[in-house]
């Protein structure tokens, strides 16, 4: 059985020191079974910009909750709007660097898994396979009533035919793929239903105050219980869906790296954090690994949307 380490600055209510040598993922992910948890700092080198870090976008915009979104026609109406806008930019957006290297380091077995809390696919257009996406996926949608699930792409088309010359332009793109538009903007826009049944239809991505799926939940913890370290990527884990796992990794003895620019909530669970830009910092770390960052082919942009 693992021994929990000994980290002296947790019972004395400190942080761990941050440092800029990317050495100890580096060394963890040469020996293995590393499990990737990744959050929005991984996507902001692709364009799309995070929630928390400075001048991120929970500075000057509400994300939709689950009550709103499933109660108020008006509230769907915006954000539908909004979505249909962002989906637009948010769909031209390319991996980086940072998603190559997590590509590579998996294609050399040198991960056990890979969690992220982004719903943008940055991962999987960057040839990572098998990807646990713990908020779901802006590339799919499901109908709150039956049930069914179809890809946005079509919902896009829909919505585009229904909306002839919708084109205000947003002040900003969220990383949910909404777009900051006024009132003014929205105007009359119209939401289509569901075409099986008539029912609500939902982006397949978990709202603020809607739960993780229990069995999804599930599925990562035994990921943890597998890993032999937890490395965390660009994740503020200021929400409980990904702190949980950092918390459970450390509970059983388990090393967590963190590499963000800036403290996370996490920082007390971990061994050290890396304070550097993610592209850079993976770069450096599969250079010294002796790993070419995965070639990624170039990603069709959303049709009609």
């Known amino acids: 059985m693992r021994m929990r380490p000994t980290l002296s600055w947790t019972s004395a209510g400190e942080l761990p020191p941050a440092t800029t040598d990317p050495k100890p993922v580096a060394d963890a992910l040469s020996n293995g079974r590393v499990l990737v948890l990744s959050g929005a700092g991984i996507s902001t080198e692709s364009g799309i910009p995070d929630y928390r870090s400075a001048g991120g976008s929970l500075s000057r915009h509400t994300p939709m909750t689950y009550q ?99 084109a ?34 939902k982006p397949d991505v978990v709202f603020f105050g809607e739960a993780v799926p229990p069995q999804r939940v599930e599925h990562c913890r035994e990921l943890v219980r597998r890993a032999a370290t937890l490395l965390v990527l660009g994740s503020s884990l200021t929400v409980m869906s990904g702190l949980r796992f950092v918390r459970q990794a450390a509970e059983a003895g388990q090393p967590v790296l963190i590499v963000n620019q800036d403290p996370t909530r996490g920082d007390r669970h971990a061994i050290t954090r890396i304070a550097l830009p993610l592209g850079p910092a993976l770069t450096t770390v599969a250079g010294r690994l002796g790993v070419a960052l995965h070639d990624t082919a170039p990603q069709a942009e959303p049709e009609a949307g």
């Open 68 to 166: 709103e979104f499933t109660t108020d026609a008006q509230a769907r109406r915006r954000y539908w709007a909004r979505s249909h806008l962002g989906w637009r930019t948010f769909g031209r957006a390319r991996p980086n660097a940072g998603h190559r290297a997590v590509a590579s380091f998996a294609q050399h077995g040198m991960l056990s898994g890979l969690i992220t809390q982004n719903v943008d696919g940055l991962h999987q257009a960057a040839g990572s396979e098998e990807v646990v996406e713990l908020h779901g996926s802006l590339n799919r949608v499901v109908c709150l009533s039956c049930r069914t699930f179809s890809p946005r792409r079509e919902l896009a088309q829909r919505l585009e035919e229904a909306n002839k010359g919708f």
């Open 168 to 201: 205000p332009v947003a002040a900003a793109i969220n990383p949910d793929g909404d777009a900051d538009l006024t009132d003014v903007q929205v105007g009359d826009f119209r939401v289509v239903p569901c075409s099986a049944c008539g029912g609500i239809l």
